[in-house]
């Protein structure tokens, strides 16, 4: 068995270790969202909290980790006798993005329960994880059907299995803890709000931290048992800690001075629901117990509400996460009047307000900056040096709108999502197969009708129908599927007016927010001077997109077709990476195009690489002024896709776009 990294060995982090075990010391805070960089110590420090988890008493024998004190009475191996039961390590369970239905929920023997009528049941993560940790690594990753089974698993504290009238019920509470890296894509608002607090980790800028970090990493790496047991005594002093706190935490008061607080708070920051006072005021009793004391004073409510609230605020999707920690202390010091919230005491040394935090070299060191223009106070610092007349500083993008759905025409066989057509495993039952490996979704009606002529030859007698595996049918369903949308920005000169650009921008960030609430992959080709370049590869971050957009420059020539072959190439790779996700080109231009011999001509036979391979295509035309030439409706014909202006991709302004982007697709 491989030894783990010591949680006290972690390095800094620690705000992320500060959360781990307020959650370990109260499971009703309701878990942790890791959010940060590769490379952080995420998954390591997950890892780590299980052998720091108190053991667990079980019936003996239960595969749904029953508790012997108060058994679920409706689990599929009950019901149970009373018991002494026995004890185990607590389980962290961890959930692979790519795993199937089945192996999440169980899987039901559909022949037998048809067949016998036995619910013939074999669990799934879920019930493993039952009085223990659910880890999900990029769980931003997780597919939509997932997603939705976990929440309402994490909602009812059960599990359900149903399976044409066939059902399975056992308890399943877990401690969800998930890791995100941001730049490969956010989580749905449903999911997130699941999680009880999130926190921000980043790479310490300090040498001395970056020297230790690597210093004890190779000393794990050569010698895992050696090292872990030069940490067993920190180990076994935070285990400690854990069991005195959980001992102390129901003796922890809650004044009404700290409610008010906790209220004022969310009320400050906008937060939907009630979930996020229900967080807090767990969390800063779980603070004042891990720091040894009966009372929540006041730099508990300011914890708590730095933890939980940053991932419940109302924010556009392109915001970045967190408090504003000035208007946090405005509101804490307002509302602290009523006297039993501590406001006005020293922060514990042992507490976690300061220093109760677990042993650490220093707080983490972030850095971050955005550039200004200095006439106007924003967006991107000037430019310099671009090829033909030079590059213009960046412009920031126009408000945003809602725009008209885009979609692939056919019908696809990618990951879910909800923008063009395809077969999925949820959806509207189109029809039934031959199950080519396990039976997930049965079709009942064409099984019966399989199996129904042979019954005779089969010497059935009873009532029950005689099936076999051969009669079983799979349903075929059709749902929504997410796409690669690759945008193809012209940044030439043509381009630079101030106003305009800034209309450009703002139509690719109202498209980018659609494919943030669609759940596509994007990706970024612009296009100026003598080359096509790749700002942004494919990926599912639609938050780096924007990043990249805003700091976009202009000028110099229009090499319309270096843009589009670099964008060929881009697709050419991502098939390989990924050959179900269906693509759909979004060329924002006004369909001019110079520099070198025939520049027209030349991008016509770039356009008609995209034709030829029956890529979905779409040309928004930027051309404005009095007169018009009309090069990006010449351009979408050579694409074999649909021209629309800036003003027609509007939601409601453009009726039947969509339908015009499948005709000349197809």
């Known amino acids: 068995m491989t030894t783990p990294f010591p949680f006290t060995a972690v390095v800094g ?295 939980a609230l940053p991932h419940r605020r109302r924010r556009n999707p392109f915001d970045a996460p967190g408090l504003d920690e000035d208007k946090l202390d405005e509101t804490l010091e307002e509302f602290s009047g009523s006297g039993d919230s501590g406001d006005d005491d020293e922060p514990d040394p042992d507490g976690p307000g300061g220093g109760g935090q677990p042993p650490s070299e220093g707080p983490e060191q972030g850095d971050g900056g955005s550039g200004a223009r200095p006439e106007e106070g924003e967006g991107g610092e000037p430019q310099t040096g671009g090829a033909g007349s030079g590059e213009q500083s960046a412009v920031r993008a126009a408000e945003p709108f809602r725009t008209k759905v885009l979609s692939v025409p056919g019908l696809g066989d990618g990951v879910a999502g909800r923008r063009s057509r395809a077969r999925t495993e949820h959806g509207r039952t189109t029809g039934a197969r031959r199950p080519q490996g396990a039976l997930t979704k049965l079709h009942l009606a064409a099984t019966v009708q399989a199996a129904a002529p042979h019954q005779r030859a089969r010497g059935r007698s009873g009532r029950g129908l005689v099936v076999r595996r051969d009669d079983l049918r799979q349903a075929t369903r059709e749902g929504r599927e997410g796409n690669l949308v690759l945008f193809v920005v012209d940044a030439s000169g043509s381009m630079a007016a101030r106003q305009r650009m800034s209309a450009v921008k703002g139509a690719v960030l109202s498209l980018l927010l659609d494919a943030y609430q669609r759940r596509d992959k994007v990706g970024l080709v612009t296009f100026r001077g003598t080359a096509g370049e790749v700002a942004l590869p494919p990926t599912s971050s639609v938050d780096a997109a924007a990043a990249r957009l805003e700091t976009l420059p202009t000028g110099g020539r229009t090499p319309l077709a270096a843009g589009l072959l670099r964008a060929h190439e881009v697709l050419r790779v991502e098939r390989l990476r990924d050959p179900a996700r269906r693509a759909l080109v979004v060329v924002v231009t006004d369909g001019r195009a110079t520099g070198g011999p025939e520049p027209v001509a030349l991008a016509g036979r770039a356009a008609r690489l995209f034709a030829a391979e029956g890529v979905a295509s779409v040309v928004v035309d930027c051309e404005s002024g009095p007169v018009r030439l009309g090069l990006a409706g010449q351009l979408a014909g050579e694409l074999g896709g649909a021209a629309v202006t800036l003003d027609e991709l509007r939601a409601d302004s453009i009726a039947g776009l969509v339908k015009d982007v499948q005709r000349r697709a197809a």
């Open 13 to 307: 982090q620690d705000d992320l270790r500060l959360a781990l075990l307020l959650n370990a010391v109260s499971p009703a805070v309701g878990g942790v969202l890791v959010r940060g960089e590769k490379g952080t110590a995420k998954s390591t420090a997950v890892r780590a909290l299980s052998a720091l988890l108190p053991e667990v008493a079980v019936v003996p024998g239960c595969r749904f980790s029953c508790d012997p004190a108060a058994p679920d009475p409706s689990c599929p191996d009950g019901p149970h006798e009373p018991g002494p039961g026995t004890t185990r390590a607590s389980r962290m369970v961890e959930l692979p993005v790519g795993a199937s239905e089945d192996r999440l929920v169980g899987a039901l023997d559909i022949e037998r329960a048809l067949a016998e009528g036995v619910k013939a049941f074999e669990p799934g993560l879920l019930a493993d994880a039952h009085r223990g940790i659910l880890y999900v690594d990029e769980v931003n990753l997780l597919h939509d059907h997932l997603v939705d089974l976990l929440l309402d698993a994490a909602a009812m504290g059960a599990s359900y299995v149903e399976r044409e009238g066939v059902s399975v019920r056992h308890a399943s509470k877990f401690l969800l803890v998930g890791t995100m890296n941001p730049e490969e894509g956010e989580l749905r608002p449903q999911l997130l709000d699941r999680f009880g607090l999130t926190v921000e980790v980043a790479a310490s800028r300090e040498p001395d931290q970056r020297v230790e970090v690597v210093r004890r990493r190779l000393a794990y790496d050569d010698d895992p048992a050696g090292f872990a047991a030069r940490w067993a005594a920190e180990e076994a002093a935070v285990r400690q800690r854990i069991v005195a706190a959980r001992e102390l935490l129901p003796s922890v008061r809650l004044g009404d001075g700290a409610l008010r607080q906790i209220a004022a708070t969310c009320a400050a920051f906008e937060v939907d629901g009630m979930r996020a006072d229900i967080v807090m005021a767990r969390t800063a009793t779980a603070l004042a117990a891990w720091a040894g004391r009966t009372d929540v004073l006041a730099e508990d409510v300011r914890q708590a509400a730095l933890l």
